[in-house]
């Protein structure tokens, strides 16, 4: 007879079983699983190193190209620039090591550096726009004129212009000596810039950046540089926006100046001059604006070639 102990017994050994089922199904899933994710480890990490063996090789060969840039560098631009006057403007981000070779290439050019301009972050700052505005009216130089756009970095590119470029049809100032120290006092004092002793006007400017700007205000403080560089060019005879690895994205300087065809037609742009070549081409980008031809040179994927003559 089939009593109520018997089905109990029959219930619990089947439920006993399932579990032996799962615990030993489980077991030998969990194990194929374990093995496939080491197995999955391992893929990974060999891909990791071969990926830093290639990043390795590629900083190798960056470094040599660097150490040939530095090396062939003044030969390059060996007299490209004799008889000519250069005035530097930094902006508070740019690196002064740029900076300094920049100066050394233009000295193997056979150029003459007149003087340089920072400007501080408060030239950019969009909070202190109005004030930079009023100022660089009460500091126009006589007898000149500023451009009638109503921002900041126009207006003050067409103040730096006559106080920093002479004239490109005649060679001569454009402001007198008297002038162009009370202006650059008057910048100073209000704290829109720094300026070495004795800044002289020449014919030709690099406008040296750092990289992409960060921050809320980043793509305004970009607009203000970009206008300043392109207003500054249209003063002399020549000027080159010069930008760190990033300056020529949405918001550098030069991303902003690319950006803009009327002032891609005047301004030459090179977004790398971090590094010896670009550089070079600073210089070489310099000599081409006497020919009364820019161009948009570097790495980034808005440069139309990496230097002058070598557009596709």
Same mark, same amino acid.
Do not use: C, W
């Given at each position: 007879?089939?009593? /109520?102990?018997?089905?109990?017994?029959?219930?619990?050994?089947?439920?006993?079983?399932?579990?032996?089922?799962?615990?030993?199904?489980?077991?030998?899933?969990?194990?194929?699983?374990?093995?496939? /994710?080491?197995?999955?480890?391992?893929?990974?990490?060999?891909?990791?190193?071969?990926?830093?063996?290639?990043?390795?090789?590629?900083?190798?060969?960056?470094?040599?190209?660097?150490?040939?840039?530095?090396?062939?560098?003044?030969?390059?631009?060996?007299?490209?620039?004799?008889?000519?006057?250069?005035?530097?403007?930094?902006?508070?981000?740019?690196?002064?090591?740029?900076?300094?070779?920049?100066?050394?290439?233009?000295?193997?050019?056979?150029?003459?550096?007149?003087?340089?301009?920072?400007?501080?972050?408060?030239?950019?700052?969009?909070?202190?726009?109005?004030?930079? !505005?009023?100022?660089?009216?009460?500091?126009?130089?006589?007898?000149? $004129?500023?451009?009638?756009?109503?921002?900041?970095?126009?207006?003050?590119?067409?103040?730096?212009?006559?106080?920093? %470029?002479?004239?490109?049809?005649?060679?001569?100032?454009?402001?007198?000596?008297?002038?162009?120290?009370?202006?650059?006092?008057?910048?100073?004092?209000?704290?829109?810039?720094?300026?070495?002793?004795?800044?002289?006007?020449? $014919?030709?400017?690099?406008? %040296?950046?750092?990289?992409?700007?960060?921050?809320?205000?980043?793509?305004?403080?970009?607009?203000?540089?970009? !206008?300043?560089?392109?207003?500054?060019?249209?003063?002399?005879?020549?000027?080159?926006?010069?930008?760190?690895?990033?300056?020529?994205?949405?918001?550098?300087?030069?991303?902003?100046? !690319?950006?803009?065809?009327?002032?891609?037609?005047?301004?030459?742009?090179?977004?790398?001059?971090?590094?010896?070549?670009? $550089?070079?081409?600073?210089?070489?980008? %310099? &000599?081409?604006?006497?020919?009364? !031809? &820019?161009?948009?040179?570097?790495?980034?994927?808005?440069?139309?070639?990496?230097?002058?003559?070598?557009?596709?």
């Amino acid at each position: 007879m089939i009593t /109520l102990r018997y089905h109990i017994v029959s219930i619990t050994a089947v439920f006993l079983a399932l579990a032996v089922g799962v615990v030993l199904g489980s077991t030998a899933i969990s194990g194929r699983l374990l093995s496939g /994710l080491s197995d999955e480890k391992n893929s990974l990490a060999q891909q990791v190193n071969e990926l830093q063996n290639d990043r390795n090789a590629l900083n190798a060969k960056l470094t040599e190209a660097d150490e040939f840039a530095s090396s062939v560098g003044p030969l390059a631009v060996k007299d490209r620039l004799t008889g000519r006057t250069v005035v530097i403007v930094t902006t508070a981000d740019a690196r002064p090591a740029d900076r300094d070779a920049l100066t050394g290439l233009l000295k193997s050019a056979s150029a003459t550096v007149t003087g340089e301009v920072q400007l501080t972050d408060a030239f950019t700052d969009p909070s202190r726009g109005d004030q930079l !505005r009023d100022l660089v009216a009460r500091l126009q130089p006589a007898g000149s $004129q500023l451009p009638t756009a109503g921002d900041p970095g126009t207006r003050a590119g067409g103040l730096f212009g006559a106080l920093l %470029l002479l004239n490109p049809s005649s060679n001569q100032p454009q402001a007198t000596p008297e002038e162009t120290a009370s202006a650059l006092a008057g910048l100073t004092n209000s704290g829109f810039v720094k300026a070495t002793s004795g800044v002289k006007p020449a $014919q030709l400017a690099i406008v %040296l950046t750092g990289g992409a700007a960060i921050g809320d205000s980043a793509a305004d403080r970009a607009s203000t540089v970009a !206008r300043f560089a392109t207003q500054l060019d249209r003063a002399g005879a020549g000027v080159v926006l010069a930008g760190a690895n990033g300056s020529a994205n949405g918001t550098g300087a030069i991303g902003v100046v !690319r950006a803009d065809t009327a002032a891609t037609s005047i301004l030459s742009t090179v977004d790398n001059s971090d590094t010896p070549a670009g $550089q070079v081409v600073v210089v070489m980008a %310099l &000599s081409e604006q006497l020919e009364g !031809r &820019s161009g948009r040179y570097g790495v980034a994927g808005n440069a139309e070639a990496s230097s002058p003559g070598t557009a596709s």
